[in-house]
């Protein structure tokens, strides 16, 4: 195919569509539907992905967390519900002997507890740990500082806000310094944690955290598993901190060797495997929808291509009389076909990006959301949409190109 | 020296349309030398259109043979076809034919666009064609902002630009009043005397009174082919220069 006679067919098939601008614009709506929804697929698979890899990133990629519960969902409930308790003794006695992990800190949490300032109350979760959690990313603080270790040991009654918490209990004011209580008992604000709550992990958000020993006098350690928060300092050593934590829980928990772990050793990308059902179900839809309108559109376009070759036979009849070939007929009303549905695209991209706009300022919610599409995803709409194209303009193209000369100049 | 540019044998045409068997050609021979100037004369339903549409290569014979300067045309496939039309002919319709939306140097340039010729090549010889046959100071007119007679010397401007071995010209004067269809006449007369073979299908006697040499067909047969010994010619020329 010569050159000139590509920009003959492509300056063809744009005046043609200039011609019919309306026409074109109706035809094409289908085609704009199927993009408009691989774009907003792809904006929601982005938001969700970028979430959790922020999640992942806030929590800590090298931290392994030994815990009564599962958190990937592979062992049966019924299972995880009948495991013991992990105590506070195992916790220390796992502490004592872990050889491999770069910081150890236990988790003990109680539920429900009322929290009150002067001004306002609140319904928390609050978690008692030790100073050296706050080394892990999980214990970042933004404002002022976690534990010392000195108040591991002392009865201080410090407490460290998570960042929801900080901000609906001090709107205005700053937290730092101002007095709580909890359950009834005053403590000193000390320090407020980085925000770490995404899409998927909101409640983290919503914690305190006191020193341990304060803990147990004031909730008690019966009936709490303890989780220990175990960081292994490089991601290389996880494997090895893994199979640490495996053998010394084993014997911490006195386990015959041919029972089962009675506890989990979760990690943080767990997460990634609990929203694969929720990424498979907008991938399905999104696919589905697509492909719907996609075949809609391709039999619009299809139709309208037919019109456009039936009007245009004796142009055909003419451009054949002074010499052009099939290829170049065909050529001319793919590319029209293929123009019409880009066209379409480019106007479904241009929605797309404002719904995506739009929704990231009406909806707070989305905030995990980009507030544009992302590039790879307009490629993939356009993309499809010119293959669609396309498929929908090789039919009439080809009736176009068959066309006998004698009978498409005789055409009125 | 004669040197023929166009053979016919026996060549016959047959359409189906539906029941009926259509015989619009029953075997014509006759032989085109180059440079030329003949009429082909006929009733309307004696086959003188099918006859020309043969000619052109924008059909085929149902039998017979055909060459096209010394070449069976058919023996040729639609793409070879499409290449002589692109190369060798130039088309003059009755009804104009121009692309209606296309400025006249678009509608000159379009044989060169599928000749491959670079644009720059194709605005130049384009131009040169529309002031060969007087349209210079039209190039970016569409044909609606042109009169009949401009609309086909556009269409001739066309038939030019590729310098053709033939002009086939199906009725040109068939939609223009008497002053203009002598313009064109007059066109064809200095295009014929440069030395371009010209076909001119006519069912009008004073049209094809300017022709050299009167070729009638009635039924599909030829019914007589002989010179035309008193030519009309002597008639001013519009002062235009040919290329």
């Known amino acids: 195919m010569r050159r000139t006679e590509l920009r003959e067919a492509l300056s063809t098939a744009v005046s043609a569509l200039r011609f019919n601008a309306f026409r074109s614009l109706l035809a094409t709506l289908g085609i704009a539907i199927g993009a408009l929804f691989v774009s907003l697929m792809g904006w929601l698979l982005y938001g969700l992905d970028t979430a959790l890899e922020r999640t992942i990133t806030l929590l800590g990629q090298d931290m392994l967390y030994v815990d009564k519960w599962d958190w990937s969902g592979r062992t049966r409930w019924a299972e995880v519900r009948s495991r013991k308790d992990i105590t506070l003794q195992q916790a220390r006695a796992l502490a004592q002997e872990l050889q491999t992990a770069q910081i150890v800190a236990p988790l003990i949490e109680a539920y429900g507890v009322r929290l009150s300032t002067g001004a306002s109350t609140a319904t928390v979760t609050v978690t008692g740990t030790v100073s050296a959690y706050g080394l892990t990313p999980a214990g970042t603080v933004a404002l002022g500082r976690f534990f010392a270790p000195v108040e591991d040991r002392s009865n201080t009654p410090v407490v460290v806000l998570g960042h929801a918490v900080a901000r609906q209990l001090f709107p205005t004011t700053h937290p730092l310094g101002q007095t709580i209580r909890l359950a009834g008992h005053p403590f000193t604000v000390i320090g407020v944690l980085v925000q770490q709550g995404t899409i998927f992990t909101q409640e983290i958000d919503k914690r305190v955290y006191i020193p341990l020993p304060l803990f147990i006098r004031l909730f008690g350690a019966a009936n709490r598993s303890v989780t220990i928060a175990v960081k292994a300092g490089s991601e290389e050593r996880m494997e090895q901190l893994r199979q640490e934590l495996r053998g010394l829980m084993r014997r911490i928990r006195r386990l015959a060797p041919e029972a089962p772990d009675d506890f989990s050793i979760n990690e943080i990308q767990a997460i990634r495997e609990e929203i694969t059902g929720l990424r498979q179900a907008v991938w399905g839809i999104g696919l589905g929808m697509s492909m719907l309108s996609f075949v809609v559109g391709i039999i619009g376009i299809v139709n309208i291509m037919f019109v456009s070759v039936a009007e245009r036979t004796l142009e055909i009849g003419i451009r054949k009389a002074v010499g052009a070939r099939r290829r170049s007929i065909a050529l001319q009303f793919l590319i029209e076909a293929a123009l019409l549905c880009l066209a379409g695209a480019t106007i479904a991209v241009v929605l797309g990006n404002a719904i995506a706009a739009l929704t990231r300022t009406v909806v707070p919610q989305a905030e995990f959301l980009p507030p544009y599409i992302p590039l790879y995803h307009i490629g993939i709409a356009l993309a499809l949409a010119s293959t669609a194209g396309i498929i929908a303009g090789w039919v009439p193209a080809l009736r176009a190109a068959r066309l006998h000369p004698v009978e498409a100049l005789r055409y009125e | ?243």
Not at chain 2, 122 to 145: C, I, N, Q, S, Y
Not at chain 2, 157 to 175: F, H, M, Q, Y
Not at chain 2, 206 to 214: F, G, L, Q, S, Y
């Open chain 2, 1 to 243: 020296m004669k040197q023929p540019l166009i053979v016919l044998e026996k060549v016959t045409k047959v359409y189906t349309t539906g029941a009926d068997t259509i015989h619009a050609l029953r075997g014509i021979s006759l032989s085109i030398d180059v440079n030329e100037y003949v009429a082909i004369m006929g009733p309307s339903g004696s086959g003188k259109s099918t006859l020309m549409h043969i000619l052109g290569c924008l059909d085929t014979p149902s039998s017979g043979r055909y060459w096209f300067g010394g070449r069976d045309v058919t023996t040729l496939d639609d793409e070879e076809l499409a290449q002589i039309r692109n190369r060798e002919i130039g088309f003059v319709f009755q009804l104009f034919n121009l692309l209606p939306r296309a400025t006249a140097l678009k509608n000159v340039e379009l044989p060169l666009i599928y000749a491959g010729v670079p644009a720059e090549e194709r605005r130049r010889r384009a131009r040169a064609a529309l002031e060969a046959v007087g349209l210079g100071d039209r190039l970016f007119h569409r044909p609606t902002e042109l009169s009949g007679g401009q609309r086909q010397r556009v269409a001739i401007a066309r038939a030019l630009v590729i310098e053709p071995s033939v002009i086939l010209a199906d009725e040109p004067t068939g939609n223009l009043d008497t002053a203009a269809g002598l313009d064109i006449m007059r066109l064809f007369e200095r295009i014929w005397a440069r030395g371009t073979t010209i076909v001119v299908v006519t069912h009008e006697e004073h049209i094809a009174r300017h022709a050299r040499r009167i070729i009638r067909i009635r039924d599909g047969l030829i019914e007589s082919d002989t010179p035309n010994p008193e030519p009309i010619t002597a008639l001013p020329s519009p002062p235009v220069q040919l290329p």
